[in-house]
Structures are given as C-alpha cells and as structure tokens.
C-alpha cells in the first residue's frame, strides 16, 4: 500500500496570512498517462470531507483560487494563499493512482 | 442537487451483521462508480470499498476483504455495503461518496455519514 505523510499535523494562521500544507507518498502518483493522482480534501467541523483538489492541481467546483496544489513525483503541497476563517478544519491528502486509496493522517488548521 | 443519505447504522454485537444503505438523488446514477470511507472515532479516513458504475467490480481495503460486501441497485439509485463478522475496530462512521467520474477514484460529494458502532 502507498503510505502517505503529511507535515505538519497542526497549524495556526491568522487571517489573511498563508499557509502550506505538505504530503508526502512512498511511492511516485506520477502515472504512465501524464497525470499525478493526488487529491486534496477538506473536513469542516461535523461535516463530512469535501473535495478541494484533484489530479495534482485541478480545483473542484465552487473551490476558492487562493487554494492551489502544486509538486511532482512523490512530494506535494497545498498554499492557502489567504486564510480566511472558514478554512478552519482538517485537510487531508489522498493518493488515486492504485488501490487501495489512501490518505494522509491530516493537518489540522486553526485560526489564531 | 446531488444527495447522499445513508442508513442502517447503529450498534451491532462483534461477530454480528449490518448492511448499510446509501440513497442517492439529483445525479444519474448508473453513470458513477460509488465508494464507502469510513472515520473511526477521532481518526482519520480509511477507504473501505468501490463499486464501478454496472456493479461488475467491486474492490476492497485489505482490513474487510472476505467480510464486507459492496453492491448496487441502478433502477433504485441505491448503494448497499453488507457487513458481516463485525469487529470492535470496524466501529466509525461510514460515508457513502459519489466518484467524479465513471471509476475515477476521487469523491466529489458525500453523505452525512452513519455510525456503527460495534460492542457487546
């Protein structure tokens, strides 16, 4: 199975500062199509987890420009280029390229 | 819009069977693969089963292979996941989660969650 690691587990940003959340997998997402399959997801406070990113850097419907998701091979990141109050919650990481699908433990991010 | 409502959770002695229900609505769907995650109590996410958009394949994490059962019914836009010889670490709150694509393995929108709760 690909292990995937996230750093840091926790992080506290005042609003409109940024923040960055990495990931790193055990083995490359970079698949033989062109594509990198590494996702990134968002779970508010008693909700269940939402789709931010996919395929490397590819938004989802309705998701804020200030969120972007860049790397290659085996190390990734999330920029939140302004932090606004509503980010608040945990973010998670998730590798697509085989089964089966894993995730990242998660980064928990609060507002200063 | 896209809805996702799962049932049948609840608290089931180890050992004992489940099955759990997701009615879907406001998309076609007999066009999407379909998956269940689950969320232990505090813990992160766990992938537990896919299902492509026929019901021809069905896959499975390693910790409810031979245990757990995915399917599907088209004509009532229902997701089901049978559970049998529960475990008091099967205990989380599963989410059904619709695929982006035909079987692209990423969830674009997801139920509420239902708790099951294994213990004696």
């Known amino acids: 199975d690909i292990v995937m690691t996230q750093t840091p587990l926790s992080l506290s940003v005042t609003p409109g500062q940024p923040a960055s959340i990495s990931c790193k997998s055990s083995q490359s997402l970079l698949h033989s199509d062109g594509e990198t399959y590494l996702n990134w997801y968002l779970q508010k406070p008693g909700q269940p987890p939402q789709l931010l990113i996919y395929?490397?850097?590819n938004r989802f419907s309705g998701v804020p420009d200030r969120f972007s998701g860049s790397g290659s091979g085996t190390d990734f990141t999330l920029k939140i280029s302004r932090v606004e109050a509503e980010d608040v919650g945990v973010y998670y990481c998730m590798q697509s390229i085989q089964l089966p699908l894993t995730f990242g433990q998660g980064t928990k991010l609060e507002i200063k | 819009q896209v809805q996702l409502v799962e049932s049948g959770g609840g608290v089931v002695q180890p050992g004992r069977s489940l099955i759990l229900s997701c009615a879907a609505s406001g998309f076609t769907f007999s066009t999407y693969g379909m998956h269940w995650v689950r969320q232990a109590p505090g813990k992160g996410l766990e992938w537990v089963a896919g299902?492509?958009?026929?019901?021809?394949?069905?896959y499975y994490a390693d910790s409810v292979k031979g245990r757990f059962t995915i399917s599907r019914d088209n004509s009532k836009n229902t997701l089901f996941l049978q559970m049998n010889s529960l475990r008091a670490e099967d205990t989380a709150i599963y989410f059904c989660?619709?695929?982006?694509?035909?079987?692209?393995?990423?969830?674009?929108?997801w139920g509420q969650g239902t708790l099951v709760t294994v213990s004696s």
């Open positions: 989660a619709k695929d982006l694509d035909v079987f692209s393995l990423n969830f674009d929108y």
């Open positions: 395929e490397l850097s």
């Open positions: 299902i492509t958009f026929d019901g021809r394949n069905k």
